[in-house]
């Protein structure tokens, strides 16, 4: 029996699984209370009888609860506060804050959620949590709206340092700042005492933390080692097929990774006026290199943008956003690189994935940036250092002869770049930077410099309300809790409103290499690569469309080149073909369900490098070379060219919570560039390279929370 047989049962009860229950349990509308039986929170109270409440007549079965909504809960939390029923009534303003986030996703009118969060931050105060509370201040302050300063000004109020010892000498009248009015939170004068001491960082905080159980079968056609990489049989576990050549442009990471993030960050004022300091320590667990017991600590724990920064506001606001920063990074600069969508970006670091600027480097790149960050632009510049292991001739101690070794030094990058929001629909980025890269071990060019320079520009047109994108691999990571930083936001709709952007980007990098045409030169070889990207949301249906177009040297730029450090070949024995794909991807939420089917497709052309010969009897041969990325090439059979691949899947996404979603999906790939070598059915020696069914069908469900 073909292996597909049992796979295609496994899949339907997958689906039966996880499906079935969301259609047939009725959800409940916006604002619904938990259902009866449901425990409360540990230590939470029971909240107050509702006036006129009765209770159920002997031998009548009890009235069904009515369902309260935002206003309802916050009325019952004001009446349990007036009541001195502090803990009753921030449990009734939580549940009436989360009341109202759903009762704004699905568009019933109510109370806007943050004017609940306000006098929910109001009565954490009350109950001696001035963190939280501070935080929660905070976050409306930093969503504006009419309650935003005040919510800024209690929040600073929480934050003030301590008053230092009195000094000695003549007593100075107190200075006493009035707190802004409230109606639910009366200010309450702390007595004097000595100053607290200075908070620690926050350890144990863990951020950006992925869990995904994986399991499925990326290839039910082919028996396993028919095809590279491997298929094995319907298994636990992430694959590298499961991620498709559209998937996860503006990432790393493909989305199905278990890892984690130990972030001990801390932020002091300075004491120069209008100046920050801050510092953060990031540590990345990837718990799944850690799990495979390689004993490659340094492919499991690793630093993942570690930085110290001084920020002086020059527009003497503490919260504003103006401002001069210096930031170090002591570890490694990966996070600061050239480019804008992450799939083209270059002048990073990341050796480990084939993704650093500096080829043969020893340990990381450390370095540093300076940014001016205004309203409506930003300017900044950096450099950044890497050991490469580079050949010297040295003299042999007490002889003349020559003696070549290998030892490390000290090689740079420097980089720059600006954006500016010409209005509130048009942003434009532009950036450069130049990077050595060692020296040449070629014989004839021995000695000669290595390096590549370059710039990007990009240019969006968009929605007010859906600002250019940024990956989330260039971000820095602050584990401040009072600027909560939250990166799997759940994503929020507003029925009959649409937003959209535009955004085109154009890379080009000059690299100084051998010339492959010339003994003993060097010559410059260009490198191109552009990308278009639509985005389109509304209500509740998204859809992308998305272009991209790589030249030959710009997909293998981080090795550089064909044939490392030497220029492609530009003689008429050889050829190459530059990379163009398009895709397109659409979903659909519903609400009710928190279900979201989604479908993806794309057609890609690869770089091919093509060369031509002529065999004894004078017949031409042709040999192609397909170059997906770095690393990852397929020597087609001799006379055959590069066919198209095409590449579909369809999921179904279901949200289980604000945390937890579990994902089904099939996806198909068509690529006939794959090949395998077998031994001549005719001579029964000789090797041969043919081509397999270039049909590849695979299925698989996940779990994932992400948090």
Not at 362 to 374: E, R
Not at 677 to 698: H, K, Q, W
Request: glycine share 8%; aromatic share 10%.
């Amino acid at each position: 029996m073909h292996r597909s047989a049992p796979l295609a049962t496994a899949v339907a009860a997958l689906l039966a699984t996880i499906a079935l229950p969301a259609l047939a349990q009725p959800q409940p509308p916006a604002g619904a209370q938990p259902p009866a039986g449901a425990q409360p929170p540990a230590g939470a109270q029971p909240p107050p009888p509702t006036p006129g409440d009765q209770p159920p007549t002997a031998g009548q079965p009890p009235a069904a609860p009515a369902v309260e909504g935002p206003e309802q809960l916050r009325a019952r939390a004001r009446t349990a506060l007036s009541s001195n029923d502090v803990s009753g009534a921030c449990l009734l303003f939580e549940q009436a804050y989360e009341a109202s986030l759903r009762a704004s996703q699905s568009g019933t009118p109510g109370p806007a959620p943050n004017e609940i969060l306000y006098e929910l931050a109001g009565c954490h105060e009350r109950q001696g949590k001035p963190n939280v509370a501070a935080a929660e201040y905070g976050q409306v302050a930093a969503a504006g709206g009419p309650q935003a300063e005040s919510a800024r000004a209690r929040r600073d109020a929480l934050q003030q340092p301590a008053q230092p010892p009195a000094s000695f000498g003549p007593p100075s009248a107190p200075v006493v700042t009035p707190a802004p009015a409230s109606p639910l939170v009366p200010s309450i004068a702390s007595p004097p005492g000595p100053p607290k001491e200075e908070p620690g960082v926050l350890l144990g905080d863990f951020m950006d933390t992925r869990l995904t159980w994986t399991f499925g079968d990326d290839d039910v056609l082919h028996e396993t080692g028919q095809a590279l990489p491997l298929s094995p049989n319907l298994s636990v576990g992430d694959r590298r097929q499961y991620r498709l050549f559209f998937d996860n442009l503006n990432s790393r990471f493909a989305g199905r990774e278990n890892l984690t993030h130990l972030v001990l960050y801390k932020k002091m004022p300075g004491f120069i006026r209008n100046l920050d300091t801050e510092a953060s320590l990031v540590l990345r667990f990837d718990i799944a290199s850690l799990s495979r017991n390689a004993n490659n600590v340094n492919q499991a724990l690793y630093d993942s943008g570690s930085f110290l920064r001084v920020f002086y506001h020059t527009d003497g606001k503490a919260d504003g956003k103006e401002g001069l920063g210096l930031t170090f990074f002591p570890l490694d600069t990966d996070r600061m690189r050239l480019g804008y969508l992450y799939d083209l970006s270059w002048g990073g670091t990341a050796g480990a994935i084939n993704q650093s600027i500096f080829p043969r480097i020893v340990g990381s790149s450390p370095g540093a940036k300076l940014q001016y960050d205004h309203e409506r632009f930003s300017v900044y510049a950096g450099f950044k250092t890497a050991t490469i292991i580079e050949l010297s001739q040295v003299l042999t101690p007490g002889t003349s002869e020559v003696e070549e070794i290998r030892t490390g030094e000290t090689n740079y990058g420097f980089l720059g770049g600006a954006g500016v929001d010409i209005n509130d629909w048009v942003h434009v980025d532009a950036g450069g930077g130049y990077f050595e890269q060692g020296k040449f071990d070629l014989p004839d060019v021995a000695g000669e410099p290595v390096y590549t320079t370059g710039f990007s520009a990009r240019a969006v047109v968009h929605h007010p309300d859906m600002p250019a994108a940024q990956s989330i691999d260039f971000l820095l990571y602050r584990n401040d809790p009072n600027k909560p930083q939250i990166f799997f936001k759940p994503e929020t709709y507003t029925e009959g409103k649409t937003t959209w952007a535009v955004s085109l980007e154009y890379d080009n990098l000059f690299q100084h290499l051998k010339d492959f045409e010339v003994a003993g030169a060097t010559a410059i070889q260009q490198a191109r690569a552009a990308a278009l990207q639509a985005n389109l949301k509304s209500g509740y249906l998204r859809s992308s469309l998305t272009a991209i177009y790589r030249d030959l040297p710009y997909v293998l730029r981080n090795q550089p080149s064909f044939i490392p450090f030497q220029t492609v070949p530009s003689n008429d024995s050889v050829s190459t073909s530059n990379e163009l794909f398009f895709a397109v991807a659409a979903d659909y939420h519903i609400p009710s369900l928190h279900l979201t089917p989604g479908i993806g497709a794309g057609l890609q052309l690869p770089a091919t490098f093509e060369s031509n010969t002529f065999d004894s009897a004078s017949s031409p041969i042709s040999r192609t070379v397909v170059v997906r990325e770095q690393g990852n090439i397929s020597i087609l059979p001799v006379n055959t060219s590069a066919v198209p691949i095409i590449q579909a899947r369809a999921s179904l996404k279901w949200d289980l919570s604000r945390i937890i979603s579990a994902i089904v999906w099939a996806q198909y790939v068509r690529d006939n560039n794959a090949t395998f070598v077998e031994r001549d059915p005719n001579e029964g020696t000789t090797s041969l390279r043919t081509f397999i069914s270039p049909d590849f069908l695979g299925f698989g469900t996940m779990v994932q929370a992400r948090f």
